[in-house]
């Protein structure tokens, strides 16, 4: 079945450091979705259906559907980006990976 | 726009108790998914359905676990006999079509003692 693998696991930085999380699939894809989710909170869409590279504020996605991976970068990381950001493949239904948790620390 | 809505937020539960998870979708959204998340894990797919019609169900423990949408708007989750390994949080989500984006609600937290 299909797979999803984020690393890192968690990741503990100092504020204004920056951050790299990764995506990798296994199977053939259709697009991808990376989400945000604070502890107890509801799923927020951070990239829908990114290819190539796109940005949104201090947020940049960069997706290779034909290698089958994906990655986020958070610049100028602040505290508040503190949360889980997880991946998942669109192929009708989401599957997800396990997530990486951000922790950014003053 | 009204968002995804679900209730309760919270339950605890004894083991063998049931319980029931409500999920109001946006409207005009046809398409309806159920999400299981155990703790510090992804959301994986348990049910969703194209207006009434369940389309997907195998991921469904089926001998205890049972989801409708019987006027393809609102949806009922149900858990007979909860055990201890279903405590998670219950994703809602819905999507204008199948293979659309899928806009989540807040989730319904579930502890079973």
């Known amino acids: 079945g299909q797979q999803v693998q984020q690393s890192p696991t968690s990741l503990v930085l100092q504020e204004g450091e920056n951050a790299e999380l990764q995506c990798n699939f296994s199977t053939s894809l259709n697009s991808m979705q990376w989400f945000y989710q604070r502890p107890g909170g509801s799923l927020i869409s951070v990239f829908y259906n990114p290819s190539g590279t796109k940005q949104s504020g201090r947020l940049t996605s960069t997706t290779v559907i034909k290698e089958r991976r994906s990655s986020l970068h958070i610049s100028s990381s602040q505290i508040t980006d503190s949360g889980t950001y997880l991946c998942a493949m669109r192929y009708n239904v989401l599957y997800f990976g396990s997530g990486t948790k951000l922790t950014v620390e003053p | 726009e009204a968002g995804v809505t679900q209730s309760p937020r919270y339950a605890v539960l004894q083991e063998g108790q049931a319980v029931s998870f409500w999920c109001d979708p946006i409207?005009?959204?046809?398409?309806l998914y159920w999400y299981q998340q155990p703790r510090d894990q992804g959301p994986q797919l348990l049910v969703y359905?194209?207006?009434?019609?369940?389309?997907?169900n195998s991921q469904l423990p089926s001998d205890r676990f049972s989801a409708v949408r019987p006027k393809g708007t609102n949806s009922t989750l149900k858990i007979q006999s909860a055990k201890q390994g279903d405590t998670a949080t219950y994703l809602c989500?819905?999507?204008?079509?199948?293979?659309?984006?899928?806009?989540f609600g807040p989730g319904t937290r579930l502890t079973v003692l």
């Open positions: 409207s005009g959204h046809d398409t």
């Open positions: 359905f194209r207006d009434e019609a369940v389309i997907d």
């Open positions: 989500a819905s999507s204008l079509g199948r293979g659309r984006e899928q806009y």
